[in-house]
């Protein structure tokens, strides 16, 4: 870890950098990353190697660390950076001459033993002693071992062990009251993973594949009943369950297979399995049990049956929807005849995900004409929804162009822009690819005024070389987040106008600022100042002003004196 200096003011310096931005820096300094170590008038400048060669400057005040520099990407963000402080760790190491380079002696840690080294080197019986010893004192060491190594076959005692537990991991990240707050959330997911995949491994090495089973079920199943404020956890759990699946399940006799089968059958007819396995649950019936007697049951389960329910009721139409095409893909699998799937096919012709399955079957048969076709007809018939005709107009595209159906390309390149909201630059640059000059100067300034190209507006403008428009459109919005997108492109071209625009900026938004977080927010643009024309002072000046307005903030002060302005 690195080392702590000596205060150079009222406080470290290291405090100015985040805890991963220090150990990096340490690291760079310990790899011999820093070099032409010189000192200045005004302080020190040096060169750290890093993915290229940056340059750092270092200013002193009264042998306290002040304005810092370094010309990498993260700082000229206003970020204090990794290279900055390996330099200043060079600098505690100065022992030669001033205007010498410096040699940074290496400080070596001793590197821990690998444990499989040291295991190697118990004797046998002094190991077993050791694992005795172990057992009596942690209980979980002793499960581990005797769920892989007793000879009786796991019962319902060892599984009812496995589930006190894992209670004891729900209440080890639970609060008084039994909730598992966001901080701890995370650390629950990952220990719950642990408990999945630790003890389903091996249940399935002592051939007990369903037993494993039961504890994956039960722990799910408590997971389920567990008050979490949950960030994508409960989605990762469900992830873990389904890996332990299919392990169970590569491990079973087919009587077991047919076992599995069964209770995942009970699962989608709505078994009272938690709502964060039901995908889960239903993408592993669907993708596993692929012998065809289970995709047969299978095409029984899906077979849509009644009318088509309306659009407006969106669950029993998206439910209509998958079942209709899952059982197409079912067929396909079984090697129904083509005059089948066709019929099938008619059947729901209205639904969309069945029109799109079909462009998938014709295309997988090499017939693109029906595909294009079926395209078309989709572009149709579903052109009140936004997404879909955007869809297949993209397919359209792809079609053309590999056919060199130059007119329908250019035509579709041309739909899809000016009726389908677009979110990059992909197909613009197909349009200007098929456009001469002027032409493309044309369509251009249309696609500059298309509402449908509103997203990709700043980018167009960029990507033409358009920057004084593209800078006065910026200035106009008044989007900081948008300048500084563009910052790295528009500021070798106009310095002093983004050098005013963040002046203006962070004058205003100090006044809005009312805690630590958005006060370093607004010093890290007051620092990516320094980085134009008169930046420095202009910085500094900015800096006073706030001294003398907010003298009671004492958090901005402190923000303040800690960035060196």
């Not at 005692?157 to 209670?167: D, I, N, P, V």
């Not at 993408?283 to 596993?288: A, L, N, P």
Request: glycine share 6%.
């Amino acid at each position: 870890m690195p080392r702590k200096s000596d205060p150079c003011s009222n406080y470290p310096w290291e405090d100015r950098f985040a805890p991963r931005i220090l150990e990096r820096g340490w690291d760079y300094y310990q790899d011999g990353a820093v070099s032409e170590l010189t000192r200045s008038a005004a302080g020190y400048t040096a060169v750290v190697r890093g993915t290229e060669d940056y340059c750092v400057e270092i200013e002193m005040e009264n042998g306290a660390v002040g304005y810092m520099d370094c010309d990498c990407p993260y700082a000229e963000d206003g970020n204090d950076c990794k290279h900055m402080a390996a330099v200043l760790y060079a600098i505690e190491d100065l022992k030669t001459d001033a205007s010498s380079p410096v040699h940074t002696a290496k400080h070596t840690k001793p590197v821990p033993e690998p444990v499989e080294a040291v295991i190697a080197r118990i004797p046998e019986a002094e190991l077993r002693d050791l694992l005795i010893k172990l057992c009596r004192s942690d209980e979980r060491i002793k499960r581990q071992i005797t769920l892989r190594y007793a000879k009786q076959p796991v019962d319902d005692s060892g599984l009812k062990q496995l589930r006190l537990e894992f209670e004891q991991i729900c209440r080890e990240y639970s609060d008084r009251h039994g909730f598992i707050n966001w901080e701890n959330a995370s650390d629950f997911g990952i220990a719950v993973a642990g408990f999945l995949t630790e003890n389903t491994g091996a249940l399935v090495e002592r051939g007990s594949p369903m037993s494993a089973f039961q504890m994956v079920c039960d722990t799910l199943l408590r997971v389920g009943r567990q008050a979490i404020d949950d960030d994508g956890d409960l989605s990762y759990i469900a992830s873990v369950g389904y890996r332990c699946w299919s392990l169970i399940l590569t491990a079973g006799s087919s009587a077991e297979r047919q076992q599995l089968f069964d209770w995942f059958s009970r699962q989608i007819d709505g078994a009272d399995m938690p709502d964060y396995l039901e995908d889960a649950i239903s993408e592993f019936y669907e993708t596993e049990f692929q012998e065809p007697d289970f995709l047969r049951k299978k095409l029984e389960h899906f077979q849509p049956g009644g009318s088509i329910p309306s659009r407006e009721n969106y669950r029993e139409y998206y439910r209509f929807e998958h079942n209709a095409v899952e059982s197409l893909r079912l067929m396909e699998k079984l090697s129904y005849s083509e005059a089948e799937l066709q019929k099938q096919i008619r059947k729901f012709y209205s639904i969309s995900g069945v029109r799109k399955f079909a462009v998938d079957h014709a295309l997988s048969h090499n017939d693109i004409e029906s595909a294009i076709k079926l395209l078309c007809e989709g572009k149709e018939l579903d052109c009140e929804y936004a997404g879909l005709v955007a869809e297949y107009s993209a397919r359209l595209i792809e079609l053309y162009e590999r056919l060199n159906r130059k007119d329908e390309y250019k035509q579709e390149l041309l739909y899809q822009l000016f009726h389908c909201s677009q979110n990059n630059l992909d197909y613009t640059k197909k349009l200007k690819a098929v456009c001469d000059e002027k032409e493309w100067e044309g369509q251009r300034e249309k696609l500059l005024a298309a509402q449908t190209c509103r997203f990709i507006r700043y980018s167009l403008l960029a990507s033409e070389g358009l920057t004084e428009r593209l800078l006065q459109d910026i200035l106009r919005s008044g989007s900081i987040m948008t300048l500084d997108s563009y910052e790295k492109l528009l500021k070798k071209e106009f310095p002093e106008q983004l050098r005013d625009a963040y002046a203006s900026f962070t004058r205003n938004g100090m006044a809005s600022a009312s805690n630590r977080n958005q006060y370093a927010g607004m010093i890290r643009y007051l620092k990516k100042l320094c980085h134009y024309p008169d930046g420095k002072s202009l910085a500094s000046q900015i800096a006073s002003e706030w001294r003398a307005a907010y003298p009671r903030r004492r958090a901005m002060l402190d923000e303040l004196s800690r960035s060196g302005l």
